[in-house]
């Protein structure tokens, strides 16, 4: 199975998630917001997917993705962005792989 890190600054959420994604056989780590995630990320192994929520304080999602794409070490890790919005944000397509509605269904995050 996968290796997880989900980042969002709703501690429900992340709770949620890691719950459901641990359950289902993957190995979940959490961030609680785009700062934490990009120490994790260049400190440690990288996961395989990250799942961020968009609209955070400090570093938005969408800005952890933007900073992951410029760092070689994370090439191969896979982002998903989510969000409350019914739409992605224009124009920043290359900067995650795929993008999500919160809240999210799990068959759509598992697949």
């Not at 641990?22 to 990009?38: K, M, P, R, T, Y």
């Not at 969408?62 to 794409?69: A, D, V, Y």
């Not at 124009?91 to 995050?109: I, N, Q, V, W, Y």
């Amino acid at each position: 199975m996968a290796k997880i890190l989900l980042v969002d600054d709703e501690f429900d959420t992340l709770a949620a998630y890691s719950m459901l994604l641990e359950f289902a056989g993957h190995e979940v780590s959490q961030a609680i917001d785009g700062n934490a995630a990009l120490a994790a990320l260049l400190t440690a192994p990288p996961p395989d997917v990250v799942v961020t929520d968009w609209m955070m304080p400090r570093m938005t999602g969408l800005e952890l993705c933007e900073r992951m794409r410029a760092e070689r070490k994370l090439d191969s890790v896979k982002i998903v962005l989510a969000s409350a919005a019914a739409t992605p944000p224009d124009g920043h397509g290359e900067s995650f792989d795929a993008f999500l509605r919160k809240p999210m269904d799990l068959t759509e995050l598992l697949g």
